[in-house]
């Protein structure tokens, strides 16, 4: 399997003062699979606000609400979330193209890295808005 990680952001942060890092290192472990992957399958169905709190565990709520303010009032933040997000969806557009086994899609959202684009895109409203 490819390694389809958004440019300029590793599995392990290099540096400390990377926006990103922090987030990144922690962001799975908040995320609940079961239901991010429940959030995914409705939101392919065209389900409206598919994606809610409801995902996050532990800190993960508060780390959303701290994403979701700084990508509001932080012009950097803002264009580094961004840069990942598109990124991220340009990588499953060409997975798609290459392989029509939503499978493949799957793993990659449910991975790390996709548990790092799934708060991104939420808390950005890139995914049925803001909040939730």
Known sequence: ?????????????QQAGQPLDAISLDVA???DPDAAAEA??????GEANAFSHRIYIGRGVQTFED??????LNPEFHATVDRYVQEF??????????NADET????????ETGMVYTMLAHASGRLNGLGG
């Open 67 to 72: 994403i979701r303010r700084r990508y509001r």
């Open 104 to 111: 493949a899609t799957q793993t990659y959202l449910n991975s």
């Open 89 to 98: 969806e340009r990588l499953i557009l060409e997975l798609n193209r290459d």
């Open 29 to 31: 472990s908040m995320i």
């Open 40 to 45: 995914w399958e409705r939101y392919r169905r």
């Open 1 to 13: 399997m490819r390694d389809i990680k958004p440019k300029g952001v590793g599995a392990r942060p």
